[in-house]
Nanobody, 124 residues
Framework: QVQLVESGGGLVQAGGSLRLSCAAS????????MGWFRQAPGKEREFVAA????????YYADSVKGRFTISRDNAKNTVYLQMNSLEPEDTAVYYCAAGRYRFITIRPSDYAYWGQGTQVTVSS
């Protein structure tokens, strides 16, 4: 069992930055890929970024590429999402997820555990 707790969300002006953190419990964190997803009001949950279990491989949605950076610290059981140059379109609830596998995947069904989400609001 893995429990995930996100933090770092908030209200920021367009062009600003936020850093999301996701702390994981359990002993399997370092053997799982981790992902960030988001869901805006009235929209489906969408993939944002993922990182492999080792941290060597990363993948981003086109909409955030070049602005967001995913990283992880396996010693601290924590995954991060650094978000720069934020846009109003980035407003959503952001969810951290722990994968079933070591490798990167963008499919929500490949993630076994989910956090409760943290709200990110970007004002124009």
């Amino acid at each position: 069992q893995v429990q995930l707790v996100e933090s770092g969300g908030g209200l920021v002006q367009a062009g600003g930055s936020l850093r999301l953190s996701c702390a994981a419990s359990g002993r399997t964190f370092s053997s799982r890929a981790m992902g960030w997803f988001r869901q805006a009001p009235g929209k489906e949950r969408e993939f944002v970024a993922a990182i492999s279990a080792s941290g060597d491989n990363k993948y981003y949605a086109d909409s955030v590429k070049g602005r967001f950076t995913i990283s992880r610290d396996n010693a601290k059981n924590t995954v991060y999402l650094q978000m720069n140059s934020l846009e109003p379109e980035d407003t959503a609830v952001y969810y951290c997820a722990a994968g079933r596998y070591r490798f990167i995947t963008i499919r929500p069904s490949d993630y076994a555990y989910w956090g409760q989400g943290t709200q990110v609001t970007v004002s124009s």
